[in-house]
């Protein structure tokens, strides 16, 4: 399985200040056939299910504000909120989804705060 | 628009069988071309893919509970199932059923998600 490490667990942020989480898979998940990165950012916020953010590494999903931005590529990868606003307090996993024959993992997940 | 709803036992005992459906609303499944999934989340804890399928026959499991797993799909009542066998207090969790998002394929992220469902294992 590749595993996926995210850091840190947890930050403390101010409103409006920049919030950096970073993803760290085990092996790298850039298909080169297509030169796609077979990586997904998802938000999770108390009681709900995950929503996806991004897909592709840094595809936004329709309706997604576009202060959260994914990058990277191979084994490291990050997502960022630029501006940190109250309705981003949420838990932010990474899941590769390379694996073929598929077995997805998911990164352990990084709680965001304000500081 | 498209809406995923869980249902099933909230409590299982040790041992038995959890069986989850996951109802389609908004769309059907025969004709999305889309890959559906369920995923679980023990309390307090990370994401777990369990497995994905393809309504015309395509079905994976993740490795660590391909024996204990079976997804099957019920293309008349639009609904998919979830059978999780010889289940023990570590298969507590949030079950949730999704939708994989491109079309056709199954290598992709999950792009909308039912609320989930709490299913406890404890006698």
């Known amino acids: 399985d590749i595993v996926m490490t995210q850091s840190p667990d947890s930050l403390a942020v101010s409103l409006g200040e920049r919030a950096t989480i970073n993803c760290k898979s085990s092996?790298?998940?850039?298909?080169?056939?297509?030169?796609?990165?077979?990586l997904a950012w998802y938000q999770q916020k108390p009681g709900q299910p995950p929503k996806l953010l991004i897909s592709?590494?840094?595809t936004r999903e329709s309706g997604v504000p576009d202060r959260f931005s994914g990058s990277g590529s191979g084994t490291d990868f990050t997502l960022t909120i630029s501006s940190l606003q109250a309705e981003d307090v949420a838990v932010y996993y990474c899941?590769?989804?390379?694996?073929?024959?598929?077995?997805?993992?998911f990164g352990g997940g990084t709680k965001v705060e304000i500081k | 628009q498209l809406q995923l709803q869980e249902s099933g036992p909230g409590l299982v005992r040790p041992s038995e069988t959890l069986s989850l459906t996951c109802t389609v609303s908004?769309?059907?499944?025969?004709?999305?071309?889309?890959?559906w999934g369920w995923i679980r989340q023990p309390p307090g804890k990370g994401l777990e893919w369990i497995g994905s399928?393809?309504?015309?026959?395509?079905?994976y499991y993740n490795p660590s509970l391909r024996s204990r797993v079976t997804i099957s799909v019920d293309t008349s009542n639009n609904e998919f199932s979830l059978k999780l066998s010889s289940v023990t207090a570590a298969d507590t969790a949030f079950y949730y059923c999704?939708?994989?998002?491109?079309?056709?394929?199954?290598?992709?992220?999950?792009?909308?998600w039912g609320r989930g469902t709490l299913v406890t294992v404890s006698s």
């Open positions: 999704a939708r994989h998002r491109e079309f056709q394929l199954v290598r992709c992220a999950f792009d909308l």
């Open positions: 399928f393809y309504y015309s026959g395509s079905t």
């Open positions: 092996q790298s998940v850039l298909y080169s056939s297509n030169n796609r990165n077979y």
């Open positions: 899941h590769q989804y390379y694996t073929n024959p598929p077995s997805f993992t």
């Open positions: 592709w590494a840094s």
């Open positions: 908004g769309g059907s499944i025969s004709s999305s071309s889309h890959y």
